[in-house]
Each structure stands twice: as structure tokens, then as C-alpha cells.
């Protein structure tokens, strides 16, 4: 069975040498994905694998810009466009001193398959440039933009590639960039996502991923005929994701017993209500506080310093807060005070041991991909009401929401149920595979 | 005719040379000395920046004495040449700390220079050393009179007779002093004992020694001498010469009063048997015995008016009194002091010489309204030339003059050295003023600098002069037990039981009426903040509401303040800390700064808009800020915020539109400042420590917000949009980013204060710190038409040179290939090569929590005590920022904690990226104490040759360890690490035992 994945990897080695970070993603898919292509010749016979890994098309250019002190400066420019199956080209610019060839590729080819689990017509690309924000006035980002922009416009488009934000790019320079492809195109369309409010910018943007991951997790929950009323929820974080976790959660009758941050952990046993989750909002959001505060406000409240909350009794368990917050250990400890669903609304906060274990306990667990996938999903209904030049209520983003998180709960529970069992984890990385697949399929070789 | 030393040329920096000028007590000394012997002129200090620059002046004046302070590339070179073009005449250098003077002494050509001393940031060495040319030159002469004493002092280290021969010369010029001002003594008598003051003979070996006791064995006075004297060209620890001197000296002069020094108690017998006095060298109360012993073996303040038939009449103690007594003293009284020249004398020895020079040539007898006349002159000239220099000097207080002046003293003594500072920014901004200097755009109609339009202030400053610490210590009896007590505690009880001298506290009672608002109470010791001797933040500092409707109240809680500061100066803390700079207790003094509180009041708080510290040069450069564009700290509300090394908002004052706290918002969100300091007003202070301390107090940032003062310096994180905006009407978490000064620039602030640091670096020849505060006033409030609107104004608290930056390594660090090293730094702070640490300390990786920060600290005081006990350097490492006040940024330790280290090492593990520490005083204190400071990036692990940063885990980690606590261990190597730093390019290299000779040196 290795053999043929071997030779596969193999052969993307050797024709995209020293790109270490993309050779990773992709084995990484193709061995969850493996059974499907044997079970489907038609994939192997269509070379699905083989034109998947290779980018439509890699745009590399140059950007000239002039510093402060009048120095000429320049810096490389990048996007991949990985993957237009299932619709424009769609992912984040990211404007960082590590960034190259290997590194965008890896970012774009994982972004084909999470905006495709995503239900919306979304394809998959990723750009940027190696150019470092930090230590640069504001002028000179705005002059790097507009010279970035300068090329890039004539590759995008709102039918064609839709470019968002990422690290090292946030409003103020999607602003920049904005700016200047309306000048050049001489056109205001959606070519971008993540714009301000004022000006195409869609709601609920910083709600849509704590939102979804409670929706993610209410689906998960009504699969085995149960609702989140009643259930005594630990989430960690305290965040935006962790906060709108716990208020979607609140409003559908949970019981929400924990929050976080760097510093430790409060407990509440009686449950937050919208009271103090009211001050937990304020706390963070605006006098960014630590939530031990929290336990100073409402002494009922216990904190745990230096802790996580895997450790308290709880149905379910909502990483909400980093990378690695839950390890091995905390995963026994959570099983063994009987927790059923695990769903999380961090990236990849889960170990692999820990992800083992829940797999192996045949417990409700949601993976991040599929899982935060509320975030991606917003972005594509940035670009659904800029095309139909419309903005929608709060409510109506929601519910959009709501629906798209229903929709990547179906897709997993498709590709992934092993009798009874949902494979969480296969079934999104398969649901997200088959659309593009079936799509290249369908419209022939290009 | 004896050798007198009138003109002084000083190679030294502006600030160096001000100290000089305004430090009351050094030039009192001088002057009262010459003018007493009656010489026409006064010898005066002239500075020249350079050496070529001194060369060229030597050739256009005639100098006496030429003294050479630092900074030479060639001292011996410089001595030399000007020995060549004029012979005879007298070089002598001054180190600015011991390891120069130790590198310089070796090499010093005797044929160049005339002696070497160190200089231990007081000031009075200077008379000392112009003293001891003197003696030297005209020591024959004056023998040959026959009217002269001599005291030989045989000590053979200079760091010793540095510090010695100014306390006893001061001791002997005081003494002068009181006898010169004293009633009994007639003119003739006086005159006579102040030219034979004793003459003081150094010599710094036993050979030497005897040949002067032999010498002048008819004259001697006294012998001073250490135990351990070089004899025959070198020391033999176990003869104990001086004790040999001793023996022989008591043969010349059976009954010569004799003092012997030691570092070691155990020669104190044997001392005694050979009837002299021993002291002990570590002795806080040396000073207090040496003055004793004296004032047993040799026998000095007011002006006294008499009746020509030299009845005494009244007295006035300083100028103040003088203007007072003048009006009223009879005319004949006036008329006998006139006629021989006694004011302008007694005004020469107040340095108020161009008033004295002034009265002198007026003479009395041209005065055609007659003596009345004259007394309508003085009191005229008096209050004419008070008026004058009010502004941009050091006044005498006087409660009359009190709205005028801008800077005055209480009492005689010493200033201080942070209130130097303040009187030396005071000058140069009056200088400015009135020079329209480069940079000066306006100057407005009460003389205010303006920068770029804004305006410039230092709040009104009143010192109380060191002279009330002593008199406070001596009324009280408190001088041997704050010696001695160890307990804060006793220490605080005790002195706020000392009563102040009544006329002090009259004054104080003047000054909580009259300055109207809160009132800061700062220390300033005798070497606080002086160039090679931080002390900074060590003492205590006090902000009063002074807001009780009762005045008595008031000036209760200002009198418990300045009781507190002067107790502060015997704290635990401060007594580690002037231990580990190698001074003793006894050698410190307090004054006391009283100034108002910068800011405004809104509902019961008080506070600037914003406070900060601007330095001229940067210690942590990033792109594109370069080290000497220097670098501005600030953060809203109280300057507390900023001096503690809280989350402050850094920038360059060249770049201010580049922050690079800025460059990621959501990182920013953790780091920006979120409490911020201010004074409450109706904080009842009581008379405690606590209560007094207590009266500022931390409030969230939605408090600035409240008062309206958020606006100037807040931003808002949009969430949605993931970005800034310099907007409050936003919602979101609440930023302090001054982007609406820095890159909006509401006001000049940046342009401002790199004009600030420039002028302050120009006048202090080096890097400069200073503090200020801001109050925006009624900046983007309502216009309200019947009150006048207050524009913002810049209030400059605090200027100090920047230690650490003055003596950068022309020595690169070595190449050594990695697996020689422990540890090699990309950044790094200190200079020079260290071959003495054999102890090394280290944060355990596997026990390290930032949780656990507060006891790791308590562990490292701890060791600390350990190794300073048997004083053995160390190199400590461990992650974070140290010295941090926030305890989940790094370890917090205070300085006594530390106060043996020698090097610090800043290792993170991965993903703990600390910016590096901005807490000012511990940053002074680190540098000035040329403590290297290395920081690693976070994860720099790897040894290799092409890595800049790294640490050698695996090594440090393999050693045995000396000792354990629960997160350290303690390694003890056979033979030294070798640490080299390159100060110039902020790089360090740790070599580990060895390394340097199999390495590529």
C-alpha cells in the first residue's frame, strides 16, 4: 500500500525540489485520501493526483518600492493559483520575510481542499511576498501595497481570484491594496475579502468561527439524538472564538463551566450567564483583562492558575484558545469524566495522541478543519454580497452560517461514517478531496 | 612666591565641568580657601572638550594645573606634550572607574603625569587634588617659613587616597572655615592659621613614607598610613610595613598622633600597643571617626557685623539673611566691613563672584550720599543680581523671591546628583533662551523655550541641600544607629520620630501653601544618578496629594516625606547597593528635590496625560532604528508606569512613525498598556511609608478614557476588520499606540525631544536619559469661551547622562569556533573582557514555569547571598526579561537580589519571545555597574559556527553542580570562563575554560 505513495512522493519530490513544507502537506492528504483513489480508478486513470499537485498556474513578480529615506527597495511577489474546479480562485495574501515558493504552495493546496469542504463555490490559491510590515511606516506599507497591487491586478478578479488577508496582512492593508486595484481596473467589485465595514465588508466576521464550531458541534450532538441544553460545556480560550463558542452555546440552553487564557483557567460551576459573559466581552474585548479577574468579580467562580480546563467534569469540550492545548493526558482526563464530543474551534489544538485517543473512545470528535471552517465560510459570503451588491442583516448571515456548517457537517458524516461511527477527521478530508476531484473530472483536461 | 594653582584647565566633558560650578560645597571650599588668603584673583575652571583642543588653549593662557579627566585615547602622550612645550607644569588624571585607573596606572610615565585618582562621583576630589599640587610645589617654601605643619598620609592604593585625601582635605578645609567665621579669632590670627593650614604629604610606599616622616621631622602633625605597604619595590602581604613605619615614626616623634587603616581588624592590637589609632577600612562610620580624631589633634559659616572696635553686632548665616540684616545693621558697622573689603570676601566664598568683584571696585569712599548710600548699593546689588541669575541657576531660597525662581536651594550643601541634573537642564534651556541657539524657534514673553513650537518647562524645583540630612542626622542622634540597624522597619520608625530643624520646617509649611497642587518628593543622594554611579531608583520617591484643607496637615506629611527619603538612604536595599559599588554608607548624603506634580486634575485623580523617558542612545535597535537615533519610552498617566519597566510604547524619535510594538495589533493586544498611575487626591496620606506610598494607585485604562485623556495617545483593535483605528468612537479593545501624536502629529513630540536629546547630549558630552512629562491640556476638548484655552506643554523632570555608552570597546570580541563556546549573543550590552567567573547560575530548563517566576527570583537572592558572601562573581541565565516588574514577562528580581552578578544571560525557550526589558533604572544600573547583558533570541539553542546566537544546553547541563534549589543550579568550574564583550557592535562571546588556548588567539 506505502509503495505506491512512496513512488507518488517520490515523483513531487523530484519535481518541486527544496519545497519541504508543500512535500508535507501533500503526503500528508494523500494518505488520508488513499483509499478513495483505489476505490475510484477513475481518479487514478484521470491523473487526479497528478494535476492536483500542480498549481494552474504560479505568478512570480517583482516589486519595486521606495523606503522612507528615498532607497529603492525590492521585494518578491507571489500568488498560486492552485485550483479553480469548484470556483474563483480563493486564500489570503500573506506579507512575511519566510514566505517563498514552497511555503505559499503547501498553504494553497490546504486551502483547496478547506474552502471546498466548505460547501461554496470557492477554489483554492494562496499569495504574497517576502516583505516584512514590521519596521515600516505606514506610508511605505501603502507604497509596497500599491506597487504589489500594480501587478497583481491584472491576474485577479471577483470571477477570476478573490485574494483575502493573512499574516502580516489585515484591514490596513487590504485597504491599500483595495485601493489601488479599484484605481488600476478601474472598477469597484469584490476582489478582495475582509474589507471594511463602510465599504463591502460583511458582518459577523468575528463571530462566524465560535458560531460555527457550537453549530459543527450541535450537528454532531443531533446525530445521536442530543442537544447542547443541559450539557455542561468546558471551552477554552477566551478569545473571539472562545467568547462567541460560549455565547452560541448559552443561547441554545448549555451550560458554559470554563474559560482561559494564558494565564489559567476560571471554573464556574453554576454556568456563565449572559451577565457575565457580558463582562467577559468587556474583559477582553475592551480593557483587556485577565479572565483570573473574572474570579475576583464573581467569587462563586474558582481559578485554576497556570491550568487548562481539561481537568473539570464536562459533556463537552470546546478547544477554543491554540495550537497543542490538548495533549494525550488531557484527552484521558476528559474521557474519563465522561465527556461525548470534543469539537474544536482552534487550529489543530488537538495532539495526535489526544486525536487518537478520542478516535479510539468512538467519542463525537470535530476537527478543526471541518469544525472552524465558520471563518472560511464568511469569507466566501463577503464575496456572494459584493457580487449581488447587498449587505445582509446580521441575522441572515447567521443563518447562512448555520446552514454552510450543516452542510460541512453532512459532507464528513458522508465520507466518513464507518457504521454507526462517524470518522470526523476522515470525512472531512474526503468530503473536501471528492467535490474538487469529481469537479476536475467533469470539465476534462485543463 | 608659593605655587598656587589659579587657573585649572579641565579636559572633560560640559556636564562634567558643570558639576563643578554647581555644586555648592566643592566650589565653597575652593574659593573660601583662596580668598581667605587674600589673592586678588580667584582660580578659576576652564574646560576644554579634547586634548587637541587643551593643547591649543595651553598655548594662548597660562594654566596651573591641568587635569585630565577621560576619555583620552593617550594619556601619557598628552602629559607629555605638555611637559614639552611647558615644562614643570603639573598633569594629573582623573579615572572615571577602577578598572581604567588600574589599566591606566601601570602604564603611567611619572614624566608625564603628576598622579593619578579616581573619581567616585563626588565632586570633591577636585580641591583635593588641586591641593596636593600644591603642597607638592610648595611644600619647601612654606617649610622654609617655618609657619607649617604636615600630615604624611602612605597609602598605596589610589582607589584608598582617592577617597581618603578628599575627605580629609575637606575635613581640614571645614574646620578652616568655621574658625575663619567664627567671633573669637581677630583678623591677624586668622589670617595667619588659614596660611598654615596643614599641608598634606602623600606618599604610596614605605620608603617613600619614611623619607618624608624623616624629612620633615620637625613638622609633622600627624601620620596616616596603611598596614600593608610595597617596601623595596614590592608588597609582602605578611610583613605588615606600615606597622614598621609606625615603629620608626614613634622614634623620630615619640608623641606624633598616629592613625593606622586596615582592611583587616586583626592589626588592631598591635596598632593600639604602639599607641595609635586604628581604624577599619570597611568601617561605615570612618568618616565620623577621622573627623574625630581631627578635631583632637587640629583645632569654621556666618557673616559677622561688628562695631570697628570688633563688638559683634549680628550675624547672618547665607545671602538671604545678609539682604535681611544689611537694612537694619548700624551705619558704622557698614561702614568698617566696606572699608575692608569683608563683603566682597565673604560674597567670594558664596561664588558670587561677579557680585564680589562688583562690591569690591565700588568703593565706598566715592559714595557721596555716604554710608547710607552704600547700604542702598548692596541691598540694591544684592537683589539686582539675584534677579539676574534667577532664572537658569541654583538660587539660595528665600520666600520672598520665591515666584521668581525657578530652581532654589535650602541650606548650603550639595544639590545631589539628580537635582544637579535638573539645575543643569535649567541652565542650558535658560541658555537657550536667551542665545536663540539652532533649534530654538521661540522664545516667549516669560522667557519659555519653545521646540517646534512646543513649549518646554521644568517644573518649579526647591532642594533641600545635604546639609539638612546631616543636621536632621545629628539633632536626632540617628547617624550611628542608621549606620548600624538593619531593619526597614526600626529605620522608618526612627527617623519619622527625628524632628527637622524649625526654620526647615517653616519652609516647608511656606511651600505647601505657595505651590499650589500636588507635590513630588524626590531623593537626590550624593551619588545618585552621577555618571559611573547609578543609584537610580534605589531611594524612595513621593507623590503628596497636599490636598488637606489644613495647612498644618500639609506640611505634616511633606515633613514625614523628607523624613522617609532621608531614612531610605539606610534601607536594606541601598545598603546592598552601595556595597556592591564598592562604596560606604558613610559615604553617601541626601538631599531632597520638592517639586509640583506635573498634570491635571480630573475628578479625584491627578496625572500628565502622559510621562516617558527619552535616551539618546538605543540598546535595542530594530530595523530601521540605528543605536544612536536613540529611543522614547512613554505610557499614559504617571511616569511610574514607564521607570518600573511596565508596557511601555517604545520608539524612535527619528522614526516615529515606525513602532515596532505596532507592527502585529493582535500581539500588541497583549503587550499594550493597560493600567496606567495617578495620584488621589483624596487619598488621606497619614504619616506612614505605607500611607504615603500609597497615595498613587493604578487604574484601568477605561479611567483615562473617563477623564478624556485617552484620546491623545488611544487606539481602537476593530476585531472585524483586523486593524487600527485612531478612533475611540470604535468598538473594541482599547490601545495605547500615540498614533494620533507620533503619526498624526497632533503635536511635535518626536522632532521635539530628538532636539532634547541633542541639546542634552551636546551639554553632558555623552549619551544622555532623560524624563519627562506631558499634559496635553485642553488639546481636542470643548472649546469653552470663557476660559482660556491651555495648549500642551512638554515638562522636562530629570536629565542624567546615559551610563554604559561613554567607553565603548575598541576591542573586538575574538573569533572562537562554537564548540568553544557557551554561549555566543547577537545582542549584547557591556564592554570588555572578564576572566574572573567561575560560578555560573542557571534557571533549570526542565523546572522552568513563568508561573513559578516570583519564587525562582527569591531562590536566586538567595544564591546571590551566597556568592556575595565569599564575593565571587557569577554569570547568571535564565529566560525573560529580568528585573521585570510583571512576573509572566520574566523574572522579577530586585537589585539586592542580584547584586553579585557579573554578567547576565537572557535564554528563552521557544516560543516565550520577550521583548527585551525597558525598565530604565535596572537598565542603568546593569550598564553602569558594566554588567554584561546578553540576550538571546527565544530558542537559540544550537551551537554552530555560523549561528549568531546560541547557547551550549548540552555542555552547561553535563557539569556537576555546586548546588541545587528547586528551579536553579549552581555550577562551579575549576578555572574561569573567559567573557568578551564588544560594545561597539553589541556582540558577546562566552568562552568556556580553556577554549582560548586551544581556540584561534
Known sequence: MSQPIDAFMQQVTARNPSEREFHQAVREVVESIWPVIERNPRYQRGKILERIVEPERVLMFRVPWTDDRGEVQVNRGFRIEMNSAIGPYKGGLRFHPSVNLGILK???????????????????????????????????????????????????????????????????????????????????????????????????????????????????????????????????????????????????????????????????????????????????NHRRGRISEYAERYPEATYLEGERPWSVACDVAMPCATENELDGDAAKALLANGCVCVTEGANMPSTPEAVEAFLAAGILYGPGKAANAGGVAVSGLEMSQNSLRMSWTREEVDQRLHKIMKDIHATCVEHGRDGDFVNYVDGSNIGGFIKVADAMLDQGVV | MPYRVLEVLLVSSPYDAFNLEQDGQLTEQVFLEYSVLSLPSAPRFTQAPSAAAALEMLEQRRFDLVV????????????????????????????????????????????????????????????????????????????????????????????????????????????????????????????????????????????????????????????????????????????????????????????????????????????????????????????????GFLNETLGFGAFVFRNPEGQELDRAKDLRELKQKLATVPDESIRYHAEHDHFSIWLMARSEFDLAEEIRRHSIFLDPGGVDATRQYLLRSLREVHRENHRGVVSEFSRADFEAEAFARIGSGSLGGKARGVAFLNMRL??????????????????????????????????????????????????????????????????????????????????????????????????????????????????????????????????????????????????????????????????????????????????????????????????????????????????????????????????????PQLSNPKSFLDQSQRCFYALDLDHCCGESYADLAAAVKRYELAAAEEDGTLGAVGSVYVVEERAVRDDLRHRGPRLVTFNNILKHRSIPLASTLDRLLDIGREGLGGPVEIELAVEMGDWGRPRNRHAERRGPRLYVLQMRPLAGTDALSRRAAVEIPAEGCLCRAGSSLGNGVDETIRDLVFVRRDRWDPARHAVIAAEVGEVNGALTEEERPYLLIGPGRWGSADEWLGIPVRWSQISGVRVIVEASPTGYDIEPSQGTHFFQNITSLGIGYLSLPAGAEEPGDQAESFLDWAWLESLPSHRETEHLRWVRLERPLTVMLDGRRGRAVVAKPGALKAGAV
Open chain 1, 106 to 284: 503547501f498553504l494553497a493546496f490546504e486551502q483547496v481542499f478547506k474552502n471546498s469542504l466548505t460547501t461554496l463555490p470557492m477554489g483554492g490559491g494562496k499569495g504574497g511576498s517576502d516583505f516584512d510590515p514590521k519596521g515600516k511606516s505606514d506610508h511605505e506599507v501603502m507604497r509596497f501595497c500599491q506597487s504589489f497591487m500594480a501587478e497583481l491586478y491584472r491576474h485577479i478578479g471577483p470571477n477570476t481570484d478573490v485574494p483575502a488577508g493573512d499574516i502580516g496582512v489585515g484591514g490596513r492593508e487590504i485597504g491599500y491594496l483595495f485601493g489601488m486595484y479599484k484605481k488600476l481596473a478601474n472598477e469597484f467589485t469584490g476582489v478582495l475579502t475582509g474589507k471594511g465595514r463602510g465599504w463591502g465588508g460583511s458582518l459577523i466576521r468575528p463571530e462566524a468561527t465560535g458560531y460555527g464550531a457550537v453549530y459543527f458541534a450541535a450537528e454532531m450532538l443531533a446525530r445521536r439524538r442530543e442537544t447542547f441544553a443541559g450539557k455542561r460545556v468546558a471551552i477554552s480560550g477566551a478569545g473571539n472564538v472562545a467568547q462567541f463558542a460560549a455565547q452560541k452555546a448559552l443561547e441554545l440552553g448549555a451550560t458554559v463551566v470554563t474559560l482561559s487564557d494564558s494565564g489559567g483557567t476560571i471554573v464556574d460551576d453554576g454556568g456563565l450567564d449572559a451577565d457575565k459573559l457580558a463582562y467577559v466581552f468587556d474583559l477582553k
Open chain 2, 68 to 291: 585630565a579627566m577621560t576619555g583620552l585615547r593617550d594619556v601619557n602622550a598628552f602629559g607629555l606634550e605638555v611637559k614639552r612645550r611647558h615644562p614643570g607644569r603639573p598633569v594629573v588624571v582623573l579615572a572615571l572607574d577602577r578598572k581604567e585607573l588600574h589599566d591606566l596606572r601601570g602604564g603611567l610615565d611619572p614624566g608625564a603625569i603628576d598622579g593619578a585618582f579616581l573619581w567616585r562621583g563626588d565632586p570633591k576630589i577636585l580641591p583635593a587634588l588641586m591641593m596636593y599640587v600644591e603642597d607638592r610645589q610648595n611644600i619647601d617654601a612654606d617649610i622654609a617659613e617655618g609657619q607649617v605643619r604636615v600630615i604624611v598620609v602612605v597609602e598605596d592604593s589610589p582607589d584608598d587616597y582617592s577617597s581618603f585625601l578628599g575627605i580629609l582635605y575637606r575635613e581640614l578645609l571645614h574646620q578652616s572655615r568655621s574658625l575663619h567665621s567664627e567671633g573669637g579669632a581677630n583678623e591677624i590670627l586668622r589670617q595667619m592659621y588659614m596660611k598654615s593650614r596643614p599641608k598634606i604629604l602623600l606618599a604610596t610606599s614605605f620608603d617613600e613614607g619614611l623619607a618624608l616622616l624623616e624629612r620633615y621631622r620637625r613638622y609633622l602633625l600627624a601620620l596616616i598610613c596603611d598596614v600593608d605597604l610595597p617596601r623595596g619595590g614590592s608588597l609582602d602581604p605578611t610583613a605588615a610595613s606600615g606597622l614598621q613605619l609606625v615603629g620608626r615614626a614613634r622614634q623620630l616623634v615619640p608623641d606624633l598622633p598616629i592613625l593606622v587603616q586596615s582592611a583587616e581588624v586583626k592589626h588592631a592590637h598591635q596598632v593600639q600597643s604602639q599607641r595609635a589609632q586604628f581604624f577599619h577600612k570597611g568601617s561605615p562610620s570612618l568618616l565620623a571617626r577621622l573627623r
Open chain 2, 430 to 659: 535658560a541658555n537657550l533662551g536667551e542665545a536663540k541657539l539652532d533649534g530654538v524657534d521661540e522664545v516667549d514673553v516669560e522667557g519659555r523655550v519653545e521646540l517646534d513650537g512646543l513649549p518646554i518647562l521644568l517644573p518649579k524645583t526647591v532642594v533641600i541641600a545635604v546639609d539638612g540630612f546631616d543636621a536632621f542626622l545629628d539633632r536626632n542622634g540617628l547617624r550611628e544607629f542608621a549606620y548600624a540597624c538593619t531593619d526597614d522597619g526600626e529605620l522608618e520608625r526612627r527617623f519619622l520620630a527625628g524632628e527637622l530643624p524649625e526654620p526647615l520646617v517653616d519652609d516647608l509649611g511656606f511651600l505647601v501653601r505657595e505651590l499650589d497642587g500636588p507635590l513630588a518628593v524626590r531623593s537626590s543622594s550624593l551619588l545618585e544618578d552621577s555618571v559611573h554611579q547609578p543609584l537610580a531608583g534605589v531611594y524612595s520617591t513621593f507623590m503628596l496629594p497636599n490636598a488637606a484643607a489644613d495647612d498644618a496637615v500639609r506640611t505634616r506629611e511633606l515633613a514625614a516625606a523628607v523624613k522617609l527619603v532621608y531614612a531610605s538612604t539606610f534601607f536594606a536595599d541601598a545598603k546592598a547597593y552601595l556595597r556592591s559599588t564598592g562604596h560606604r554608607v558613610e559615604e553617601e548624603k541626601m538631599a531632597v528635590m520638592i517639586q509640583p506634580v506635573v498634570g491635571r486634575r480630573h475628578g479625584r485623580r491627578f496625572y500628565p496625560t502622559f510621562s516617558g523617558v527619552a535616551q539618546s542612545f538605543n540598546f535595542y535597535p530594530l530595523e530601521p532604528q540605528r543605536p544612536k537615533d536613540g529611543v522614547v519610552h512613554l505610557a499614559l498617566g504617571l511616569g511610574r508606569q514607564v521607570v518600573e519597566g511596565a508596557s511601555a510604547l517604545s520608539f524612535s524619535p527619528r522614526h516615529p512613525e515606525v513602532v
